[in-house]
C-alpha cells in the first residue's frame, strides 16, 4: 500500500516503515506527526482519489539536518560588483510508522 501526501507544499509518495526527508517541521526528534492531507492512495490496485480518501499518514521525526549550500553569485562586468551569497536549507527526515 502506498499514499501520495501533501507536506508543506511538496507531494510525496509515501509506504510504510520508508524514510524520506521533508521540509523542516515542527518538533523534536522522537515526536510523532500526523499528515491528514493525502492525496490518492492505492491498497493492492485498488486507488482512492480526491475526496474519497479517509486516511491519515503518522510518522516519527527522526532528525533535522540542513542540506547541501546553495551558492548565488552575482556579479556586474567592468564595474568591480561581485556578491557571493549562500545558504542551506534545512529539512526534517521522518519515517513513516503507518498509514491508516
Do not use: W
Amino acid at each position: 500500500m502506498y499514499a501520495v501526501v501533501k507536506i508543506a507544499g511538496q507531494q510525496f509518495k509515501v509506504e510504510k516503515n520508508q524514510t524520506l526527508f521533508v521540509p523542516h517541521q515542527q518538533g523534536n526528534a522522537g515526536d510523532k506527526v500526523e499528515f491528514t492531507e493525502v492525496l490518492l492512495t492505492d491498497n493492492d490496485g485498488k486507488l482512492s482519489i480526491g475526496d474519497a480518501v479517509k486516511i491519515k499518514i503518522q510518522a516519527e521525526i527522526v532528525d533535522h539536518i540542513k542540506g547541501d549550500k546553495v551558492i548565488a553569485f552575482k556579479h556586474k562586468r567592468r564595474k568591480g560588483f561581485r556578491k557571493k551569497l549562500g545558504h542551506r536549507i534545512h529539512y526534517t527526515k521522518i519515517k513513516v510508522t503507518e498509514i491508516a
